[in-house]
């Protein structure tokens, strides 16, 4: 498909958030039709450019001058907005094109997400914008909005606009954006921009994040996903703008219930949840849980700063939510740290004497608007915490004014005194008044309506900081791993058998071509030459089936360890050979690997599988039951960066062994990182192999290395798979 | 400590939610003072009884003919509210005990929770209560609620009167109490009755449990609890109770920061968090993990029916909250069956032609009041689901009326063809009409503000009904078990050496007494007489460190395996003991222990230690590093019924290894629940075992039993620990 040069996001998408000129195609004298709906909230937000309705049927709308045509409109459009049915979307493309318009909304839905017919129409959409060099936000879409106060562009079709603010937000689904928008005024806040994306068949998840990267008027992104189309490139992007202001995805279809339920309509590319976990470790991004929790960091990364540790106070007027709250922080890895006997006196000085005085300080529930104040003012002039939770229990609601003022003005005091690096927030229980906006000196304070959200909050805007301030991670070359080698094992295996697991010897030989420090071993096809095989290794060995097509050897008893001499080898491999001819599988036996026995490490393993969208999955853990049992398994994206490997191993609950267990040596762990690594560049370089099995790996004490004992490796050819790599 | 006769909690607790006559001790003529606002709230709230006010100040207060004393008042009083300071409280008690008054709600603080002089006040005051024969709620309380329409009494100072309902809320913080009770108009949550505990010196969670397990206008019971201070006793009323109607708690405290937080006088009794799960699976309580969980808990569980299975269907109008909803029932394990062909084309006949239909159904967002109507009733109709989760996000705020009248009609319509035993849950994100309340017909529906509650509700539903569904678990006695023998070992250790670990064959007699199958074994003070008994087991042998204070014996290498003949034996007890000499620490080994070797099993482990509040708590995992590292371990309190040893094995997360993973045969479980009765009725009758270890127990193939391969018992006098089991 030929495509039109394009500028870059920053510039092509400028014209959708920047319009002097807006044409709204399909607009329409009904004031229940969307393109009335659409010309209403451009006039009802007050949008500053211009606006030119077009429908060839009328001359006014909405009071408005309509245009019969886009061409009939003087002077030039910026944007265009369209709803109109489907069967008219192209051609008006091509009116966008001829007025040099380079940026469309498409309202319109009855595209791909109808299935059919649909496919195939968005399709030819999608090849004419990229052919006219037109950037189109939708089809299926809901709008988007501006809410810079010198632009006030709400081209959607609900008349609610959101307070402005520095958070940009966009949304796979228009009804979840829709949800956003409007709880946004509840919530205190603030947005820049907001974006539906609809079918995102142009303008995806990953340009908005380039556009608002630059965005002078955005902190924080947030993105409500329910695929990934571009895994590689989002990467790529949101590491980078991830660096300057974070960045919040609640990504929905987790559960293959989700994905049904998301109607996608190329279910072998449903997104593997455990690719999008790694990946967004990978590149830093903030996973939002639940619906709750995205808008709740919404508010509170946008209004306040990380703090700087991890040390909270909590101010409450009532125990039992600062017990939940002091709960909550703990099991986020925050600390509550008694007050000094100092500040303790300090409040005292002027709280009841029945209040707490520890941490959380407890002013109790009839404290005055004057001891709020000056206990606010006190906790957040203190050195000893980080960070300020204000927890609100309504007693009488003649208490609320009173007490919201003395929270105001022992936050201002405080800000005036010390400057405004120590977050706050506030959890505010007071049914009926439930609303309340605490801006205070143009500063907002996230409200929130449990005591368990601030410490969430607290605890991922700390793990966002820790990974800015990580250097970038690095992806080594191996300059030593000979890859055009593996590359033509594998090639010629493919030509020979076609798809299917490589051979012991042709997994040795590819090993070894990259510098993978595989146990080596000798296939013997009788016992004599096992034998034989056996002497010259020296004893003790371990003897195990060689075969292609039996994957798990133990549970056949085909894997025989510790044998000291010629008649225990003799012995495992008649007892291999009649197990498979009892089992009917003797053609299936290419003869059995005869290795020396290792001993003395951390059984780990390393493993690969392609993920259709993310490309190759890499994964750790250790060996034996721990991966498929218990789950304690680490998953990364490949290309792995020395981050990322570092990471791998030291994410597994396991590490622990690794480390140096019960008076065991510490295992050689820059040996299995390096080991990731190199597997890393391996399947970046040769996709013909799809999957491997490195298990176990004998971790050995620390610069001892380590030693693969067992590995199998599959094929198949490139292109019999699909694959949605970064663009190449 | 004497104390005078009681009746059941259900007649001793009757006067505090049925009095006919109330006396307000400490009621004042300032409207600030609670003792003023306490009369408010029961004038307020329209009590249906007799109110009469105590000040000797005062001839009327709002309204109300005072009295001097509680004696000058003609006629019974049958409950007293208590806010006098409290150093006139025990005068007021005697007061009451006088004017033959049971029931006693003491509002005052001012007593344990300030510590020092406040701890011996309340145990004056515990002691004068108990003497009297009056039952007391409080002190440091907020009051009582009985919202039964014949009552209408409103005890506390917050003049806020929830709904009537079928829900029963204790809450041992007054300010959470308090932000539930205000909540519940909102929530359209109908309370039966409500009260504050305090510090709960007299009556307990336990104590309101046993009343409300009897009264017939509760069907669920919410429990916030701070303290599990008679978990034993708790345990036994729950499980009782639990199955008539649920119980749900919110137990705060969590963590040490949340007990310190809770202002524990009593550190040393901080509630351990493994325990209280332990407690509430036996006992079938459903645990709230947020303050959110716990009331929309009390919403679901209380006007809906538990579903009769797991297949939901979800009804939205929009895409992105039926994802987030579908996500949401797959991670609780509920399905989402795709609709039949003909149930699609019933809905298709009538709901736009973009609607999805397979599950979630998606009747767009401009779906009128007859489409949603007749989607319900289709929906609700239809046995291929057990419960509808309806989800609406507002796109007009003019749909909003529409809309629920829609869904009312459908539930309505439904109900009358097929009945109510299907539930129905709402997501209503419409800002602006948050709080419509969905009552139809009589009947409330839950609404919740996020798509992802009401799977969390479902599934939390269905555990509780499994649960009442099981049998009831027996504590088998085990006649064979010897344990006054097992007691008379460890109090002969006790005797002669004080706590400490049993040595090697005090162990040794002590398992085979209660006929626990322990390896058996010989211990050797030198190295041929180690030699010796190895001749006699038979080789291969273990050499194993005896020591009572050396209790890591492969960390220092202490532990040799797979000794194959007399000169390894040699060997490994020098090595032994030289590396004790190397240690300086010759004098802690009391030889070695030569065992036969074990294999063919699965390593498992069970553990002891004692709780100072729960008594002893039993563990359960797989050897090795799995209970430690991976933290795959489960625990149950003591006794453990037949039922509790059978879910302690199956829910380790390494069972698959026990039910004959990759090959391997089955494990003996059956003999695995043995050894864990066992255990418990030892540590039941013998309270001198402060801990015990069994690490590694062998798990041999079906019916082949286990074998303890290495045991330790530590001892402690009694009376030397602070144990609070049940009363005695």
Redesign the interface.
Known sequence: MLQAPRHSPVESLTPFFHPRAIAVIGASRHATHIGYRLLESLQGGRFTGRIFPVNPQATEIAGLPAFPSLKSIPGPVDLAIIAVPPSSVLAVIDDCAAKQITAAILIT??FA??GGLGISLEQQLREKVLQQGIRLIGPNCFGLMNLDPTVRLNAT????MPPAGRVAIA?????????VV??A??MNLGLSSFVSLGNHTDVTASDLLEYWEQDQATDVILL?L?TLAEPQRFRQIAERAGRKKPIVV?K???????Q????SHTAALATNDAAVNALFTQCGVIRAN???EFLSLATGLSAQPVPGGRKIG?L????????????S???EGL??PELSKQTQSTLAAFLPP?A?L?N?VDVI?FATETQHAKAVETMLKSDEIDALIILH????ATDNDPVAAGIAKGISTARQAVGRHKPVYLCW?A?GDLERPFTIDGETIPTYS???TPARIISQALAYRAWTQQPTGKIPRYADADLSTAKSICAKALAERGAGWLTTEETQALLAAIQLPLVPGAVATGAEEAVTSARAIGFPVAVKLASRQIL?K????AVHVDLANEQTVRDAFDAIKSRLAQDHKLDAMDGVLVQPMVSGGVEVMAGMTRDPLFGPLLAFGLGG??VE????VQFRVAPLTDRDAAQMVREI??Y??LQG???RPPADVPALEEVLLRLSRLVEEVPEISEFDLNPIFALPKEQGCKIVDARIRIEAKNSRRFNGAPS
Do not use: F, W
């Open positions: 839905a009855g997400e109808t079709y609900t008349p609610a949304s796979e689904s228009g009804g979840l954006g829709l949800a409007t709880a005024q509840r409500y329910e609640l929905a279809g987790t559960t293959k219930a989700g049904s339920a998301a109607g639940r619906l709750e909590i409450t007027n009532s125990g039992g939510p600062g017990v939940l709250c002091a709960d922080c703990a099991a600390t509550l029945t707490a520890r959380p529930g229990v309504s007693v009488r229980m049914e449990q005591p368990e798990h133990t549970e056949i008893g039951i721990h049992i218990l789950g304690d609950k396991g622990r062994l267990y019960r008076g």
